[in-house]
């Protein structure tokens, strides 16, 4: 059966430090990979997704990137996190085309300080 | 474009009172909808989904949902609230062909004892 995860659970990083999130998933090949944020009362917001190796689409202007090194593999990256960057980051999976559901990660809690 | 709209971001139910949560989506063509779940600090968990065919869906814990392309609706029903129903509820509709979701805000389900 495939599998997601992602690391750490939480993380607490002072304002202007460096961002790795990483995600993984097992048991599938060639998925499409997602990264939302999802702030207090503001629903979900996708930043990033991919659907294959290199290959990155951005959703919104911001100072996060993101990288697809491995087929199954997805980091989550900033130079400088700002505080506007605090919010619930989950990683998603889905196999094909839009009538597959998106399987998600248990997500990681960023708080900037 | 495509748009969800959930009516009420916070629904208070009874224990065993009847769950109702509504869900209505824009698009110009044929939609595929889902309905999630979230738990605190949890990812996303599918409940159902509705693609082609029957337009009752039934789901996990007790949950359906029915596709009315009349009213673009796609409210979520569960006859009997149970404690562990109280959670985050989102509602999703995917169209193009990379599986990319539109989700809702979310409605909140509290449940009383």
């Known amino acids: 059966s495939q599998t997601i995860h992602q690391w750490p659970a939480t993380l607490v990083q002072p304002v202007g430090s460096p961002l790795s999130l990483e995600c993984t998933v097992e048991?599938?090949?060639?998925?499409?990979l997602y990264w939302y944020r999802q702030a207090a009362g503001r629903g979900l917001q996708l930043l990033f997704y991919?659907?294959?190796?290199?290959?990155i689409s951005s959703e919104v202007p911001q100072n996060l990137s993101a990288s697809r090194p491995q087929d199954r593999q997805f980091i989550l990256s900033s130079k400088k996190l700002l505080l506007s960057d605090s919010g619930f980051y989950l990683c998603a999976w889905n196999q094909g085309t839009s009538n597959q559901p998106q399987h998600f990660g248990d997500g990681t809690r960023l708080s900037i300080l | 474009a495509q748009s969800v709209t959930q009516l009420g971001s916070h629904v208070s139910v009874s224990e065993g009172a009847l769950v109702l949560l509504r869900c209505n989506y824009s698009s110009s063509v044929p939609p595929y909808l889902f309905w999630y779940v979230q738990y605190p600090n949890q990812g996303l968990q599918l409940l159902l989904k509705?693609?082609?065919?029957?337009?009752l869906v039934k789901g996990i814990n007790g949950f359906e949902a029915e596709f009315k392309k009349s009213e673009t609706s796609f409210h979520l029903t569960k006859p009997s609230a149970h404690m562990s129903d109280a959670a985050e509820y989102f509602c999703?509709?995917?169209?193009?062909?990379?599986?990319?979701?539109?989700f809702g805000r979310g409605t909140q389900l509290t449940v009383w004892p």
């Open positions: 509705y693609t082609t065919g029957a337009t």
């Open positions: 991919s659907v294959g190796i290199g290959q």
């Open positions: 999703a509709v995917s169209i193009a062909t990379l599986g990319r979701l539109y």
């Open positions: 048991g599938t090949s060639n998925p499409n």
